[in-house]
């Protein structure tokens, strides 16, 4: 009895690191399409010291670091808990919040000191930490045997995300191709974190913003089916 609840209790986190990825998805995915225009594929180094990320040693950010995922075993850990790692303290602050973040909300993935991941469970991580906290982008940095991840938040590349609605038809379609969720809930997050005017009906959401108009038609299961726009 007591393993069936134990066991529950972790389903329920994790069900709730997939809502608040869910949440974020559409509006960090719209930041990582801005930010490929700059980085591309740069040479990358951090100074876990300084607290800064660079690419090709012209771009400098401000960054914090949440942690790292191996490639040998496919494990993530969290900066906080890496007994090995030497940093600024002032470099995990905001891994430190995740976590305290994940301990109020019973999120696992953010509140357990290490996991097994799979596929894009490091860049869901990313993209919750910059919807939730409006960083400019996170990072994933390969460095052989492992990927470091980090955010970053910069005035020089900050961009107002309630701008472009009709980015949402490039970078949706995009977004759902390559991660599974429910369509229809990230759908919705989306258009609220671009300032829409949002509407829903039976299995229909329709949007505005300014003079631009959207609708979504979902299947019984929250698919999409159709994305258009006026």
Not at 83 to 100: G, P, S, T, V
Not at 138 to 144: A, E, L, P, Q
Not at 172 to 200: C, G, Q, V
């Amino acid at each position: 009895m007591f393993n069936f609840f134990k066991k529950r209790n972790r389903e329920e986190m994790q069900n709730n690191f997939q809502e608040l990825f869910e949440k974020y998805a559409g509006i960090s995915s719209e930041k990582q399409e801005n930010i490929l225009e700059l980085i591309g594929d740069k040479a990358w180094n951090a100074d876990m010291i300084e607290g800064t990320l660079t690419f090709d040693e012209n771009l400098i950010f401000p960054a914090q670091i949440l942690g790292s995922v191996s490639h040998i075993d496919n494990t993530w850990l969290w900066i906080w808990a890496n007994k090995n790692a030497e940093y600024n303290e002032k470099m995990i602050r905001q891994a430190n919040d995740l976590r305290k973040y994940g301990e109020l909300h019973s999120i696992y993935e953010l509140s357990a000191p290490s996991f097994e991941v799979y596929e894009n469970d490091c860049h869901k991580i990313g993209m919750i930490a910059s919807g939730l906290y409006d960083y400019s982008f996170y990072y994933s940095g390969n460095y052989g045997e492992g990927s470091a991840l980090f955010t970053v938040k910069s005035s020089k590349i900050n961009k107002n995300m309630k701008n472009n609605p009709e980015n949402i038809l490039k970078v949706f379609p995009k977004l759902i191709s390559i991660f599974e969720m429910n369509h229809r809930n990230a759908f919705r997050h989306y258009l609220l974190a671009k300032d829409f005017s949002i509407s829903e009906e039976d299995k229909n959401i329709s949007g505005k913003h300014e003079n631009f108009y959207l609708n979504a038609e979902f299947d019984e299961l929250d698919r999409l089916i159709k994305l258009s726009t006026k």
